[in-house]
């Protein structure tokens, strides 16, 4: 009974409809009483010749009656219960969704998302079933199995009623003791279909690679085993579920025989008429479904307990960056200063930046260059307020980064990612995925700004053409441009690139870049590139090495400190002259 103790609060909520639907149940209950009645009375009226049209036709019209009263009912508590527990579905998918908007990187990095999927689905409809299909087969065990007892006790014999239930604690006995079994094994069978739900989420998302690689049959046999693995677990908790049914009806025709042979009993003894223990029997026939029902409620309660179990540790995950107390709700500008003294990811030992200091002023470009892993990301990260945990500050305009709420931070600044993002949409609403209201004129300027347009007016049905999940139907650089239009649309007090040119010529790179500096004059932008030629123009540049700034200064003042950035630069371009077979670059 713990799940229904959990979900307390949403009977709460909706407790008018749970009210009305459990009102409506226990009259179904005591309505289904009035039949096997009749047909005793009418039993008896044959065996005593008393029966007439008249009082046939009295019977009758009691039992249409009667049933048209149920399917009304009935009607109405389907509606009421089961209505309940598709809302309460609702609410927690939304809860969890919004859950993991609010979590950070580190999250999505300790967890699957085939796992969060499966979350979202799987556990989820575990949890409704237990407030629909739950919530009737309790209280329609309760209900109509003590309106039967009752009616048998009371209208027909007690002591026949008392033996009927002498099998009836072993069921109970059996029942909880499959119910522990099921909920350890069903929680087994739902990390089984997390991970394979995360495998299929995988592979999918990879099948290029996999394909390239030539790893198709590896990868169908890692699948088979996972899928295996599915049946396997779900086979345990059919193993045990079988056994509800057998364990009850088993019970079930004990009682049968003990009514028979001690009603056999009472009628030679003259206490009891036959019409009693034909409607003895047939009320016992309608004990069979609560029981039934009973042994499906331990099934319903202990696999929506493990699944709602598994909802609540994830919803218990404590959100790691969240608003302050007070955080100002007003969009940042002015000049950006990094201080960071020392920085660690969380749960590494080793410094991800040490010692890195700048200012940026603000209608200022900031190039990073660096080898990979050199620290160039982290800085990005760390600006959008993606982690915490550092030693010193970063202050935009007048306040640090923290002190503004996360939503208003965010809108301050347009991010272009290494790992390029497309929904499976159009590029006009790609595009204008912050504003999908902006008009065409608009999109298109901002097309043109990252020099995508042309591109998007020879695709087959231009700006309302279908990218594909992910952008599949396209090009890296196509993405990339895509990319950067979708930050400018935002309007952005900083413009965030992080390699966000690596994808496309070096022809393209710089018309984007003059028509950046153009459309951007009094805005603030920076750039992290593997390419010195994105950040050549740029205010200030600064080299990263191992987590800390080893030059920075503007292109003129590196190159005149012939150092790693002067290194870097040479080789590129010598790299470029290579290219064009030797010819000098001009």
Do not use: C
């Not at 965010?410 to 912050?434: C, K, M, W």
């Amino acid at each position: 009974m713990k799940v229904f103790l959990k979900l307390i609060w949403f009977f709460k909520l909706r407790k008018k409809e749970y009210l009305i639907g459990l009102s409506m149940l226990g009259l179904v209950a005591i309505l289904n009483l009035i039949p096997p009645k009749v047909i005793g009375y009418v039993i008896d009226e044959i065996g005593n010749g008393e029966l007439t049209t008249q009082s046939l036709a009295k019977w009758v019209g009691i039992i249409i009656v009667v049933a048209i009263l149920i399917y009304i009912m009935r009607y109405y508590w389907r509606r009421m219960i089961f209505g309940s527990s598709t809302y309460l579905a609702k609410l927690l998918r939304e809860k969890l969704f919004h859950h993991f908007t609010k979590m950070s990187p580190s999250f999505y990095q300790q967890r699957r998302v085939g796992d969060l999927m499966a979350h979202a689905t799987n556990d989820i409809s575990a949890v409704q079933q237990t407030a629909g299909g739950g919530v009737l087969t309790l209280f329609d065990s309760v209900t109509t199995g003590g309106f039967v007892i009752l009616a048998m006790a009371i209208t027909i014999d007690w002591r026949l009623t008392l033996i009927a239930l002498i099998p009836m604690p072993l069921m109970a006995i059996s029942t909880s003791y499959y119910g522990k079994l099921l909920h350890s094994r069903f929680r087994e069978a739902q990390a089984a279909f997390s991970d394979l739900n995360d495998k299929t989420q995988e592979s999918i998302s990879g099948i290029k690679v996999i394909k390239t690689f030539g790893q198709q049959d590896e990868d169908t046999a890692d699948f088979t085993r996972l899928s295996n693995d599915v049946v396997d677990k779900n086979m345990k908790v059919a193993k045990i579920d079988s056994l509800f049914d057998p364990t009850i009806s088993l019970v079930i025709g004990f009682s049968f025989m003990l009514s028979l042979g001690f009603g056999a009993k009472f009628i030679y003894e003259g206490s009891m008429s036959i019409g009693d223990l034909v409607a003895f029997n047939t009320y016992l026939g309608l004990l069979v479904w609560p029981m039934l029902a009973f042994g499906m409620l331990f099934n319903i309660m202990e696999r929506g307990s493990a699944s709602y179990d598994r909802i609540e540790q994830l919803l218990e995950v404590p959100v790691e960056i969240d608003d302050k107390e007070n955080a100002l709700d007003s969009k940042p500008n002015g000049d950006i200063g990094f201080k960071i003294d020392d920085f660690k990811f969380p749960g590494d030992q080793a410094s991800a930046l040490h010692s890195v200091h700048f200012t940026l002023k603000r209608g200022e470009t900031l190039g990073i260059v660096g080898k990979t892993g050199s620290g160039k990301t982290t800085i990005l990260k760390l600006l959008l307020r993606e982690f915490e945990g550092y030693n010193g500050e970063i202050r935009f305009g007048n306040h640090t980064i923290d002190d503004y709420k996360k939503q208003r931070l965010r809108e301050a600044i347009g991010y272009v990612p290494q790992d390029h993002f497309l929904f499976s949409t159009t590029v006009f609403e790609n595009i204008a995925f912050n504003n999908p209201q902006e008009n065409r004129e608009e999109v298109e300027q901002i097309a043109k700004i990252a020099h995508i347009h042309d591109d998007i007016l020879r695709f087959t049905n231009g700006y309302e053409t279908i990218v594909g999940e992910r952008g599949v139907s396209l090009s890296g650089g196509q993405k990339q441009r895509i990319s950067i239009a979708r930050a400018l649309m935002m309007k952005p007090e900083l413009l965030i690139l992080d390699d966000s040119l690596s994808a496309v010529d070096a022809k393209t790179e710089e018309a984007i870049l003059k028509s950046l500096k153009e459309a951007r004059e009094d805005s603030t932008t920076i750039i992290t590139s593997h390419r010195l030629s994105a950040i050549e123009h740029a205010h200030l540049i600064i080299v990263m090495d191992d987590g800390t700034i080893v030059e920075q200064g503007t292109h003129e003042e590196l190159m005149a400190l012939q150092g790693k950035y002067f290194e870097m630069y040479q080789l590129q371009q010598l790299e470029r002259l290579v290219e064009k077979g030797g010819e000098e670059i001009e």
